[in-house]
């Protein structure tokens, strides 16, 4: 049995907001939220709505639900880690949150607010835990506001490295869908053991997916990996430009002024052998130092 990646776009809504998806998003918001705990007895799927967005990267929610009647869940899933995503991420509950109310009705009709969000990027730099939950606290006490009506939840998968012997509760199984799905030829023992995760996995069979859906999920992903390239030539030009500028004001501060040939010959390196140029212009003594290792390094 082939399995899609249910990180992409489409492939998260067909399992998680379709019309048989109920039972399966809440044992999923139950594992995540509420440590399996049966909180959640029933919930609604709201239709989204499109945003201004490609391929779901924007301002788009994946799954939106109001659960047990009293709370609104926002679920959306991230794979590439785009400028201001946790501004977004914000901006995005706080407008749900908002638009609850028409003039007329009061704030005690609001309801809670909970986005959560997996990202296939870390975050948080300093966090180890891959699963983190944020409310409105006190500065200084560290105790909760009040009224804390918005709540905003992150799963990082990178951060999540258990194996399949490792997996311990609802939530790592589910953790470990999301990130693994799609490199699994058969559904492990484990993860079928929870009825509503062997029914997602179902939904993830290749041949549940028309051709036309198929071609969808596959322009997805060649998107996704367009701007995953793209980012990562754009740091690396960042990184080279930092490099170059250092390296420049070291070699002009150790042998004076260079003539512009050999400055574009700098130019041209790479990042690693301006590295290793920063390292050996601490040894130049004269210009013709830096000749020779330039001629000892070609481009």
Known sequence: ?????????????????????????????????????????????????????????????????????????LIEIQVINVPSFGTRVLYNAA????????????????????????????MFGNQPEFLTR????EKEQQFDYPDTEIELVFIELPKFTKELAELETTADRWIYLLKN???????????????????????ASEDKFTEEELNELQNQELWIEDQQIAIE?????????????????????RLG?????????????????????GDAVLDFQQQSDLTAWLQANPI
């Open 233 to 253: 030539l754009a740091k690396e030009q960042v990184t080279k430009a930092a490099h170059l500028s250092l390296i420049l004001r070291q070699v002009v501060r």
């Open 134 to 137: 944020f409310v409105f606290k």
């Open 257 to 277: 002024t260079i003539q512009p040939e050999t400055e574009n010959c700098i130019r041209q390196l790479g990042v690693q052998e301006l590295q290793e140029l």
């Open 1 to 73: 049995m082939r399995l899609i990646n249910p990180k992409i776009d489409f492939a998260f809504k067909k399992i998680f907001a379709s019309s048989d998806s109920k039972d399966i998003l809440i044992n999923f918001l139950n594992a995540i939220l509420y440590e399996a705990q049966p909180v959640i007895e029933d919930l609604e799927i709201i239709k989204s709505q499109p945003g201004n967005q490609t391929f779901g990267v924007d301002t788009q929610l994946d799954v939106k639900a109001t659960i047990n009647g009293d709370r609104i869940a």
């Open 181 to 203: 799905t799609s490199t699994l030829d058969t559904v492990p023992e484990t993860l079928s053991a929870v009825p509503e995760i062997e029914k997602a996995l179902r939904m």
């Open 95 to 122: 407008k749900t949150y908002s638009l609850q109310l028409t003039r007329e009705e009061r704030y005690e009709r609001l309801k809670t607010v909970i986005s959560l969000k997996i990202a296939d990027f870390e």
